[in-house]
């Protein structure tokens, strides 16, 4: 092999060249924003505070929230809802794990908090170019629905993280569960914020429907109270219809883990005198027809204090009409109330009389009617014979979410009571009996305004305080059936467990076994495993 | 309708030097400076510099007169790159629309985007530092030759999405976090076994070991999980000291037999009746925390591993007179994957369909329970499957990638016709496996290294049979 020097630099890239270039390039390199807002300078008017709030509402319009896990987790998983297995089998049956949507609550709620807490740290800080009282109604609106998505959570979940910083303020991710008490504490703080700055309902200041308001804040503040009072409770007995033999059954109650020791007679008086304060403002009023509620034209109006807006023809539209009212794609909607709730209404009651589809027709024009013992009534009407095999076919369906712009599409615009008037003079009625170890005559005076309305007959003189405190919850059963309150009514009152497993096998077979893990939802994994702070899951889970 | 409109810059400079020796030492040294707009305002400029340094042997005197090595290459090398591999704005916080309908009225809401994340301002390039050492034998005036690799990789600051707590308002964060290391030796070997008049076999073989280890996660993160893979399964941890692709999981103990059982076992025994008596027939699953009264999320443990021991390919080319055949071989030892199907189907008495083994396997009353694999066949909405080893399979698999016959005519044989080769391909022809889903040779999540190996069902790949007829004219 031949031998051969070579020698020399092949190639030399002088190097000198690049500390002259790199001076320029700076700017090249700057990015400029092209299709979105950066927030640095964002919150200028009051056209910007406007956007910001809105954006804090449309966490509830996801599929965390409202776009069915808010629901389905909680109306799906109390004694009186019954429905088709294949809907009702997981968080209906006791699993919500096996739940595509199980952590949607924990989501939501801490989306509409962190959009809070931005709203209240950059509106505040406006001065200029912003209507001073619109200013304080949008930071009061901030403080409502912080308020509000804290009150969920503790629910839901019991101790949870309490964050009023934003990212942004506080760079910290590893928060704590705090003690159910101080989740509390935060929900009584902001909503008691929210009273003070927002508008009473109908202000010219007040925002369009579907904004917080004054009297919302309050009454949601009189649950909070209610919810604390009663779940602090240490005794007392709740009679329960139920079992499978639709029994009246005696519950002893057990007070809600974390809320031990607080003064219960205390909050059930701070919950009676705030829902009289409510009552006494007249910034609601009930619909002298229980019916209109739930009407198109009802909407937002009077009675209807706080409802998920939707909007046909927008992206603002949900599939509780499908699922909840007779007519369906399904064919048939795939929830309904028991036999043993329809026969807790009196024959004469609106809320069963009108509330409850008797004769519909299926999508395909099936004509069925409900239920099989009243034949005479709903069997053959005005010449057409409807069908019921007297046991499947026996199913309670609301109309509550039936009346929406096109009931024969999946996703229309049925509109989700989040808080409805008729509560405020049943939380007075409940706390006012529990406050002075009673039934005073006020308190039976506003169960009657309840019941009277739908045109039931008054309640039974001479009750005693557990008798009263039972009937009231039924009345709230009654009132307010597949609307999201029953589930949250049994576990403050700490009777959840022993309801639910009284019955057992619930109606079309819906399991309705509750272990005890199932008073609280499961903490998403995805939290535990990136919240170093949250070390153990709730328990069971 | 929401459209976007992205703008980046990247800017370079390079500098590249070489030297040689006689031929006998080669050098390689250069430098490049990278500025990108992606990142953070103070991180956009990073230096790379590598280095490269070979040794002829062969050119040597000691060397030069063998007959047996034609060639004897050492190869040393260093070098860093950068990854700049993420979308424009990263490193900016960004607002998303957000509406809401107020009585009837849309009215626009903004707030921070959550897919986004939360801004990272400290944002910077991904740097890789690699070093091989390599072989180069050929023998043999090149008949044979085989080739060598040792290599360690480290690539720092990992740009990766980091889950953030939910409770923040947000989901996940773009970062700079965590090193990870891969090292491993490469194998080449080919030869030229035959070569007569009426014989040719040329064979190739190549195998290669990696092993892949995280260093770090960053800050104090412990340990970590991938993104989910459903709804409920974030089975991958990520954990330093181990390989990414770690499956994270419960394990089992056969099934509850009879009510006795379930009530002996302190997770049951004061439960509603109504439980306990459901719980016959269902999935033991070991309890592996202090904890005896749950089965929770600090029971789970390692169960599984994608990263194989080892890859292999092996090529055979013969001709035989006008007969050619080639087979090339391809192999995967000792990954795991995570068979989706298994989970989506293994759910007996929902309103799912399962599998026809799921059913045959089924736990039931009175029978020999002791080789049951699946829980009893029963109508329920109740029962969840936790993540356990019953979703991971060997993917192991030899791979019969190609075989192709073909058959050259003589020259002129045909009038007109130059050349004329009839031939018969057969792609996939065939896998030898005992994973159960379609195909071993899955990645449902593309090239996502933090979910490798994962069967979502997707489309396998397929046989193909293609006989070609090639003319010359």
Redesign the interface.
Same mark, same amino acid.
């Given at each position: 092999?031949r031998?051969?020097?070579?020698?020399?630099?092949?190639?030399?890239?002088?190097?000198a060249?690049?500390a002259l270039?790199?001076a320029s390039?700076?700017k090249?390199?700057?990015?400029?924003?092209?299709?979105?807002?950066?927030?640095?300078n964002?919150y200028q008017s009051e056209g910007d505070a406007?956007?910001?709030?809105?954006?804090? @509402?449309?966490?509830?319009?996801t599929y965390d929230l409202y776009l069915q896990p808010m629901w389905n987790l909680t109306v799906l998983d109390d004694d009186h809802v019954s429905g088709v297995?294949?809907f009702?089998?997981?968080s209906?049956?006791?699993?919500p794990?096996?739940y595509?949507g199980?952590?949607g609550p924990?989501?939501g709620c @801490?989306?509409v908090?962190?959009?809070a807490?931005?709203v209240l740290e950059n509106v505040e800080r406006m001065t200029a170019g912003i209507d001073a009282d619109v200013k304080r109604r949008i930071l009061g609106e901030a403080h409502y629905l912080r308020g509000w998505a804290y009150f969920q959570l503790v629910q839901l979940y019991g101790g949870?993280?309490v964050?009023v910083k934003?990212?942004?303020a506080d760079p910290n991710?590893?928060?704590p569960r705090a003690p159910v008490k101080e989740v509390y504490a935060q929900v009584v703080a902001d909503l008691k914020k929210a009273e003070e700055m927002l508008f009473p309902f109908g202000h010219a200041k007040a925002?369009?429907?579907?904004?917080a308001t004054k009297g919302l804040a309050s009454s949601l503040l009189a649950k909070a109270y209610l919810t604390m009072a009663s779940g602090s409770l240490a005794t007392g007995n709740v009679i329960v219809r139920g079992g499978t033999d639709n029994g009246n059954y005696t519950h002893a109650k057990t007070v809600v883990a974390g809320l031990e020791g607080l003064d219960s007679k205390a909050y059930f008086q701070l919950a009676r005198d705030k829902a009289k304060q409510v009552i006494d403002s007249r910034e609601y009023s009930l619909f002298p027809n229980w019916k209109d509620i739930w009407s198109k034209a009802g909407?937002?109006r009077q009675e209807n204090m706080w409802q998920l807006?939707?909007?046909a023809g927008?992206p603002?539209v949900n599939n509780l009409s499908i699922y909840f009212s007779a007519y369906s794609t399904f064919g048939r909607g795939a929830v309904w109330f028991t036999n043993n709730h329809y026969q807790d209404y009196e024959d004469a009651d609106r809320r069963a009389l009108d509330g409850v589809s008797h004769n519909y027709l299926t999508n395909t024009g099936t004509p069925y009617y409900y239920p099989s013992w009243q034949a005479a009534q709903y069997r053959i009407v005005n010449g057409v014979t409807y069908n019921n095999n007297g046991t499947t076919d026996n199913r309670a369906y609301t109309i509550k979410f039936a009346d929406v712009n096109d009931p024969t599409v999946a996703n229309s615009d049925a509109f989700f009571p989040l808080m409805r008037y008729a509560e405020v003079p049943l939380i007075f009625a409940e706390a006012a009996n529990e406050a002075v170890g009673g039934p005073t005559a006020e308190a039976y005076a506003q169960l009657n305004v309840i019941r009277s309305r739908a045109q039931a007959s008054p309640a039974p003189a001479g009750m005693s305080q557990e008798q009263f405190r039972s009937y009231v919850l039924a009345e709230r059963a009654r009132e307010f059936v597949l609307e999201g309150v029953r589930r949250f009514d049994l576990c403050r009152w700490g009777i959840y467990l022993q309801v639910m497993?009284r019955i057992?096998?619930g109606q079309n077979n819906i399991?309705k076994?509750?272990?005890a893990?199932n008073l609280l939802l499961p903490i998403?994994?995805?939290?535990?495993?990136?919240?170093r702070s949250?070390t153990?899951?709730n328990?069971?889970? | 309708m929401v459209?976007?409109?992205?703008?980046?810059?990247l800017?370079s400079?390079?500098?590249?030097? #070489?030297?040689?020796?006689?031929?006998r030492y080669l050098l390689t040294v250069s430098?490049r400076?990278d500025?990108?707009?992606?990142f953070g305002r103070n991180n956009?400029?990073a230096g790379f510099p590598s280095a490269a340094l070979a040794w002829k042997l062969h #050119?040597e005197s000691f060397l %030069?007169k063998s007959k047996a090595i034609s060639n004897l290459t050492l190869r040393l090398s260093y070098g860093m790159t950068g990854n700049q591999g993420i979308g424009?704005?990263a490193? =900016?916080?960004?607002?998303?629309v957000? #509406?809401?309908?107020?009585?009837?009225? =849309?009215?626009?809401?903004?707030?921070?985007?959550?897919f986004a994340g939360?801004?990272n301002a400290g944002l910077r390039w991904e740097t890789t530092t690699a070093y091989n050492a390599g072989l180069d034998l050929g023998l043999a005036g090149g008949r044979v030759n085989v080739h060598v690799d040792a290599y360690r990789k480290r690539t720092d600051d990992l740009l990766q999405y980091?889950?953030?707590?939910?409770?923040?308002?947000?989901?996940r964060q773009l970062r700079n976090s965590g090193s990870v290391q891969n090292q491993g030796i490469e194998l080449a070997l080919d030869a030229v076994v035959v070569r007569n008049a009426k014989l040719t076999w040329k064979t190739l073989f190549n195998i290669s070991f990696n092993r892949n280890k995280i260093l770090s996660l960053g800050g104090d993160l412990k340990?970590?999980?991938a993104n #989910?893979i459903s709804?409920?399964d974030?089975p991958f941890i990520q954990v330093a000291g181990r390989p990414i692709g770690s499956i994270f999981g419960y394990r089992e103990d056969g099934y509850y037999d009879n009510e006795a059982e379930v009530r002996s076992s302190p997770i049951y025994y004061n439960?509603?009746l %109504?439980?306990i008596r459901?719980m016959v027939g269902e999935i033991k699953y070991l309890n592996l925390d202090g904890d005896a009264?749950?089965i929770? =999320?600090?029971d789970r443990t390692f169960i599984g591993d994608v990263n194989p021991d080892f890859i292999f390919g092996f090529t055979n080319n013969l001709t035989v007179g006008r007969f050619d055949l080639s087979l090339f071989l391809q192999g995967v030892q000792g990954n795991d994957i995570v068979n989706m199907n298994t989970v989506w189907n293994g759910n007996i008495g929902?309103?799912k369909n399962v599998s026809e083994q799921v059913l045959a396997g089924a736990w039931l009353p009175g029978k020999d329970n002791s080789e049951a694999t699946a829980p009893k066949p029963i109508?329920?909405?109740?029962?969840?499957l936790l993540f356990s080893e019953r979703f991971i399979e060997d993917g192991s698999f030899l791979r019969v990638k190609n075989l192709t016959v073909g058959y050259t005519l003589k020259q002129r044989a045909v009038k007109g016709i130059s050349s004329l080769r009839l031939a018969l391909a057969v792609n996939n022809l065939y896998t030898f496996t005992k994973y159960s889903g379609y195909d071993p040779e899955v990645n449902s999540y593309g090239d996502n290294p933090a979910l490798f190996g994962v069967d979502l069902g997707g489309y396998p790949n397929s046989r193909s049979v293609n006989l070609s007829l090639r003319c010359g004219f």
């Open positions: 092999m031998k051969m020097i070579q020698k020399g630099w092949k190639a030399v890239a002088a190097l060249t690049l270039g790199l390039c700076e090249a390199l700057e990015e400029k924003p092209l299709s979105f807002l950066s927030p640095e964002f406007r956007i910001a709030i809105a954006g804090v @509402y449309n966490a509830l319009y297995d294949w009702l089998g997981t209906g049956a006791g699993n794990q096996g595509w199980v952590n924990w989501v @801490y989306s908090i962190a959009r807490n931005t949870v993280p964050r934003s990212l942004s991710a590893n928060i925002g369009e429907a579907g904004h909407r937002n807006q939707s909007m927008t603002f497993n057992s096998a399991s076994v509750r272990a893990r998403p994994q995805a939290e535990l495993n990136s919240n949250i153990a899951n328990p069971g889970w | 459209t976007g409109r992205y703008q980046s810059a800017i400079f390079l500098g590249r030097a #070489n030297y040689a020796y006689d031929d430098y400076h500025g990108s707009s992606k956009k400029w #050119n %030069a424009s704005y490193s =900016l916080a960004k607002l998303a957000y #509406n809401y309908p107020f009585n009837g009225t =849309l009215q626009t809401g903004l707030a921070d985007d959550v939360p801004a980091i889950t953030t707590p939910a409770s923040t308002g947000f989901q340990e970590q999980f #989910n709804t409920r974030a439960q509603p %109504a439980i459901r009264s749950s929770s =999320l600090t929902t309103s109508r329920q909405f109740w029962r969840t």
